[in-house]
């Protein structure tokens, strides 16, 4: 499906929860209780958490917009210097709305950003994804090589059991 990425602003914040929204109930059935994922939309997805992502820690967000619909239907969101490292980027956030996955949605907007890191001379793209989340499966396909698994508790309780992802993005 023909996608249309542009760089996302403080005005696409209601654009972003929408889809968030959407996506972040099905992604994570099985694996959050709804109370759960209520928490964690709020943690990432309030106007004021979106607004010091963007302004304050630098994601630079992408929204993906289906030619054919004119409707959005994938975000996604990288940091640059992870880390306080010119060569690696973190990649945050990747969803597609349910109805268009399976259909290279997430595959085109990952590459774009691959594309506009490489410009940028990043070198390596990091990520962290739940390790029961099916786009393990998707990260593997891409190219990504797992690094390590991690385990994060954050202050309500909520247990974040993780795979470190990389991939090499940029051959000297």
Do not use: C
């Given at each position: 499906m023909?996608?249309?990425?542009?760089?996302a602003?403080?005005?696409?914040i209601?654009v972003?929860?929408?889809?968030?929204?959407?996506v972040?109930?099905v992604?994570?059935?099985?694996i959050?209780?709804?109370?759960?994922i209520?928490?964690?939309?709020?943690?990432e997805?309030s106007?004021?958490?979106?607004?010091?992502?963007?302004?304050?820690k630098?994601?630079v967000y992408?929204?993906g917009?289906?030619?054919i619909?004119?409707?959005?239907?994938?975000?996604?969101?990288y940091e640059?210097a992870?880390?306080?490292?010119?060569e690696?980027?973190?990649?945050?956030k990747?969803?597609v709305?349910?109805?268009?996955?399976?259909?290279?949605?997430g595959?085109?907007l990952l590459?774009?950003?691959?594309?506009?890191?490489?410009?940028k001379?990043?070198?390596?793209?990091t990520?962290?994804?739940?390790?029961?989340?099916?786009a393990?499966?998707?990260?593997e396909?891409m190219?990504?090589?797992?690094?390590?698994?991690?385990q994060?508790t954050l202050?309500?309780?909520?247990?974040l059991?993780?795979?470190v992802?990389?991939?090499?993005?940029?051959?000297?």
């Amino acid at each position: 499906m023909p996608l249309r990425i542009h760089r996302a602003s403080i005005d696409d914040i209601p654009v972003i929860q929408y889809m968030a929204h959407i996506v972040w109930p099905v992604t994570f059935a099985g694996i959050f209780s709804q109370q759960e994922i209520d928490y964690m939309l709020e943690r990432e997805y309030s106007t004021m958490s979106l607004k010091r992502q963007i302004e304050e820690k630098r994601h630079v967000y992408l929204l993906g917009k289906s030619t054919i619909t004119e409707k959005y239907i994938a975000y996604a969101a990288y940091e640059l210097a992870f880390k306080q490292m010119d060569e690696v980027a973190k990649l945050h956030k990747i969803y597609v709305l349910p109805d268009y996955q399976g259909r290279g949605i997430g595959k085109n907007l990952l590459q774009s950003i691959e594309r506009m890191l490489r410009f940028k001379g990043v070198k390596r793209l990091t990520l962290n994804v739940h390790q029961q989340n099916k786009a393990v499966v998707f990260y593997e396909r891409m190219g990504f090589d797992l690094v390590k698994t991690v385990q994060k508790t954050l202050k309500n309780g909520l247990s974040l059991d993780d795979y470190v992802y990389e991939k090499a993005i940029f051959k000297v």
